[in-house]
């Protein structure tokens, strides 16, 4: 059923179900999230281990790793000695807390009247297809995530898109290709200077290996 406990037979989280506000990430939790895991423990540390600190703490935790993992999700319910399920209900009654972890690149389509007058949804849905997830959701590379969000205050450039901090104003579905093509360019060629960077000390090391040998 839809809407039933996220908890499996053995007790522990389950990682799917209608808890998450759409598909986990492969791997969701990288090495940055389990180093900052460590820095949710010691917070809790700091915490009386009572019900009444359920939302400061959801949003302490959501501060230090962006979102709520199942991981965070259960940490907290061992302190506060509730059950998973119940901190997941409380979690996801409120709009503030997401579940899956932002892109590095988040899109956020503001949806206020304007720009939903003047076409909002068509801009989302053209960012859904291009990046192949649906809104709540982040791409497997956790490059991009997607969002709608109220209105952010510049109607009269609706509709509008974020992408980052940067706003995008009087955005057409022909700008959305060329806006995630940026940021591809841009990554590659990051990279691109990376393994530069990474042969020409590599090649300045064998070198010195070699004067050395040379002695």
Same mark, same amino acid.
């Given at each position: 059923?839809?809407?039933?406990?996220?908890?499996?037979?053995?007790?522990?989280?389950? @990682? $799917?179900?209608?808890?998450? @506000?759409?598909?986990?990430? !492969?791997?969701? /939790? $990288?090495?940055? $999230? #389990?180093?900052?895991?460590?820095?949710? #423990? +010691?917070? /809790?540390?700091?915490?009386?281990?009572?019900?009444?600190?359920?939302?400061?703490?959801?949003?302490?935790?959501?501060?230090?790793?962006?979102?709520?993992?199942?991981?965070?999700? !259960?940490?907290?319910?061992?302190?506060?000695?509730?059950?998973?399920?119940? &901190?997941?209900? %409380?979690?996801?009654?409120?709009?503030?807390? #997401?579940?899956?972890?932002?892109?590095?690149?988040?899109?956020?389509? =503001? *949806?206020?009247?304007?720009?939903? &007058?003047?076409?909002?949804?068509?801009?989302?849905?053209?960012?859904? @297809?291009? /990046?192949?997830?649906?809104?709540?959701?982040?791409?497997?590379?956790?490059?991009?995530?997607?969002?709608? %969000?109220? =209105?952010?205050? =510049?109607?009269?450039?609706?509709? %509008?898109?974020? *992408?980052?901090?940067?706003?995008?104003?009087? *955005?057409?579905?022909?700008?959305? +290709?060329?806006?995630?093509?940026?940021?591809?360019?841009?990554?590659?060629?990051?990279?691109?200077?990376?393994? *530069?960077?990474?042969? /020409?000390?590599?090649?300045?090391?064998?070198?010195? #290996? +070699?004067?050395? $040998?040379?002695?």
């Amino acid at each position: 059923p839809l809407f039933s406990s996220p908890r499996s037979h053995s007790g522990s989280l389950r @990682r $799917d179900g209608p808890f998450l @506000r759409g598909p986990p990430v !492969e791997n969701a /939790l $990288d090495s940055e $999230d #389990r180093a900052r895991l460590a820095e949710v #423990r +010691e917070a /809790l540390k700091k915490t009386p281990p009572q019900r009444r600190h359920l939302i400061p703490v959801l949003q302490r935790v959501q501060s230090i790793l962006s979102y709520l993992p199942a991981e965070a999700i !259960e940490l907290v319910a061992a302190h506060l000695n509730l059950s998973p399920s119940d &901190v997941y209900g %409380v979690a996801t009654f409120y709009n503030q807390f #997401r579940f899956t972890p932002p892109g590095r690149h988040p899109v956020r389509i =503001c *949806m206020g009247t304007a720009c939903h &007058v003047k076409g909002g949804e068509i801009i989302l849905e053209h960012f859904e @297809r291009k /990046l192949e997830i649906k809104e709540g959701e982040t791409t497997p590379d956790r490059e991009f995530s997607i969002d709608r %969000v109220a =209105c952010v205050g =510049c109607c009269a450039l609706a509709p %509008v898109a974020l *992408m980052g901090e940067t706003l995008h104003g009087h *955005m057409m579905t022909g700008k959305v +290709e060329g806006l995630i093509l940026r940021v591809q360019i841009e990554n590659d060629k990051k990279e691109r200077e990376r393994l *530069m960077e990474k042969g /020409l000390k590599e090649e300045g090391l064998e070198r010195e #290996r +070699e004067r050395d $040998d040379g002695q």
